[in-house]
Every structure is written in C-alpha cells, then in structure tokens.
C-alpha cells in the first residue's frame, strides 16, 4: 500500500489567514492526488483531484499543487465555512489510500 | 441531482455478517464504479471495494477475504457484504461514487450519509 502523510494533523488558524496543509506520499504517484473536505458527522466532500483541478462548485480560494511524493492544499483566505477536517487521497493505483487528516480549527 | 441513499443494520455481533445496501438517485448506474468506504478513529479512511454494472469488482487486498460486492442495476441499488466481523470492523460506512478519471485509480464525488456499524458482544 501506498502510505500517505499529511502534516501538521492539527492547525489553528483565524478567519482570512492563509493555510497550507501538506501531505506526502511514500512513492511517487505523479499527479494523482486528491483532497477531501470532512464536517463533522458528515461525509467527505471533494475539493481537488489531479493534485490541482478543482471540483465543480468548489471556491477559488482553494488551490492545490505538487507532483511525485509532495503535495499542498491552501486556502488562501481562511472563511468560517472552512473549519473542517481535510484529507489527501491518492489513486495511482487501484487500491487508494487516504491520509489520516489535518484538522483546521479557530484559533 | 445525485443522491445516495443507505441503507441496513448497524449494531452487530462479532462473527455476523455485515449486509449494507447503497440505492442510487439521478445517475446512470452504468457509467461509474460504486464504492464503499468505513471511516474509524483508528483506522481513518480506508477503501473497501467498488463494483460496476456488470458485476466486475475490485476489493482491498486486506479485507478481500471477508468481503461480497453485489448489484442490482435494474434496481440502481449495490451492496456489501462483509463476513466475520469482529471489534475493529466498528466504523462509519459510506458508500460513494467513483470516477473515472485519467489515472488508474478512483475519486469519489458523491457520498451516501454514512450508516455506523458497532461490533459489539
């Protein structure tokens, strides 16, 4: 399995602070890497996948980047709607793997 | 707009059977592969399987043993059985629709609520 690790797994941040959670892979995965949106007691929502296209509805100030084994998610203007657990998640191969998650909650 | 509706029992004893049904409003069944997923504080997110229209299936080599995807496409509804469960299979279980896309594996762009499932003696 492809292990996936996302950093820091905690952050505490204040409305309209830029935010850059980071995950890494334990081999290369090119650009197959997607991220996941998590509000309490609910399902996941996608925000990215190809490590930089986002989801249909998604709001620009969401950008992701990277290739290979390290990626980011930013925000590049913390909104309270934003307060959520975030997860990596890659599909190089058949059988994908998630982060354990990054929590972004206020300061 | 494309719901996911789930359906089944949540409260299990170690050895039975978990059966969970996944029933699918305003997307073709037959253009996607379906797919469940469990959540748990200490196993996170982890992917069990995905199955499509034609039966063909794809389980995680770690829950392979244990694990029966079925569907109904006439139904637009698809299932998951998994046998012999003990403690650890306690999770938040979602079902979800997988995208093709241009890499090998999936993404998942609509979710069901999820159902708990407690293992418990």
């Known amino acids: 399995d492809i292990q996936m690790t996302q950093s820091p797994s905690t952050l505490s941040a204040s409305v309209g602070d830029r935010v850059t959670i980071t995950c890494r892979a334990s081999?290369?995965?090119?650009?197959?890497l997607a991220w996941y949106q998590q509000k309490s007691g609910k399902a996941p929502t996608l925000l990215i996948f190809e490590a930089s296209t986002l989801e249909s509805g998604v709001p620009s100030r969401f950008s992701g980047s990277g290739s290979g084994t390290e990626f980011t998610l930013t925000i590049s203007s913390l909104q309270p709607d934003d307060f959520a657990t975030y997860y990596c998640?890659?599909?190089?191969?058949?059988?994908?793997?998630f982060g354990l998650g990054t929590k972004v909650d206020i300061k | 707009q494309v719901q996911l509706e789930q359906l089944g029992a949540g409260l299990l004893k170690p050895s039975e059977t978990l059966s969970l049904t996944c029933a699918v409003y305003?997307?073709?069944?037959?253009?996607?592969?379906w797919t469940w997923l469990r959540q748990s504080p200490g196993r996170g997110l982890e992917w069990i399987g995905e199955i499509n229209h034609s039966g063909r299936t794809n389980y995680n080599p770690s829950l392979k043993s244990r694990v029966t995807m079925s569907a109904a496409t006439s139904e637009n509804q698809f299932s998951l059985r998994l046998n012999s469960v003990t403690a650890t299979d306690t999770a938040v279980y979602f079902c979800?629709?997988?995208?093709?896309?241009?890499?090998?594996?999936?993404?998942?762009?609509?979710w069901g609520r999820g159902t708990l499932v407690t293992v418990s003696s």
């Open positions: 081999q290369s995965i090119s650009r197959w």
């Open positions: 998640q890659q599909y190089h191969t058949s059988s994908p793997t």
């Open positions: 979800a629709r997988g995208l093709f896309l241009l890499g090998p594996g999936r993404v998942f762009d609509v």
């Open positions: 305003g997307a073709s069944f037959s253009r996607y592969y």
